[in-house]
């Protein structure tokens, strides 16, 4: 089963950037879809973006959609999350997590994520 570690997270000024990376070590990152999700200090964990299992579907939450960008390297079992425009707002710990599909069965978004990587802070500074 998959075994997550995110990275990539820190302190950047408002309208910068960050990327961050998932890397799973339990060889067998392309059986899953992935996601990003966030969790700011008082509030639920937030759905942010999913990646299909070989790329070819990406979805985005609308508060971040033109601003960031799921990418992954299924020759690396890396995930990628490119964080550009950063608002104050986006401050929260990110973690990925791993499903079979970014959709249910009925074509809803997937919010079933059985394996979860610890997370990475992510603080904006205004």
């Known amino acids: 089963q998959p075994q997550l570690v995110e990275s990539g997270g820190g302190s950047v000024q408002a309208g910068g950037s960050l990327r961050l990376s998932c890397t799973d070590s339990g060889l067998t990152f392309d059986d899953y879809a992935m996601a990003w999700f966030r969790q700011a200090p008082g509030k639920e964990r937030d759905w942010v973006s999913c990646i299909s299992r070989n790329a070819d579907s990406t979805y985005y939450a609308d508060s971040v959609k033109g601003r960031f960008t799921i990418s992954r390297d299924n020759a690396k079992n890396t995930l990628y999350l490119q964080m550009n425009g950063l608002k104050p707002e986006d401050t929260a710990m990110y973690y990925c997590?791993?499903?079979?599909?970014?959709?249910?069965?009925?074509?809803?978004?997937?919010?079933?994520?059985?394996?979860w990587g610890p997370g990475t802070q992510v603080s904006v500074l205004s």
């Open positions: 997590a791993a499903s079979p599909g970014c959709r249910t069965a009925s074509g809803d978004r997937n919010l079933d994520f059985a394996h």
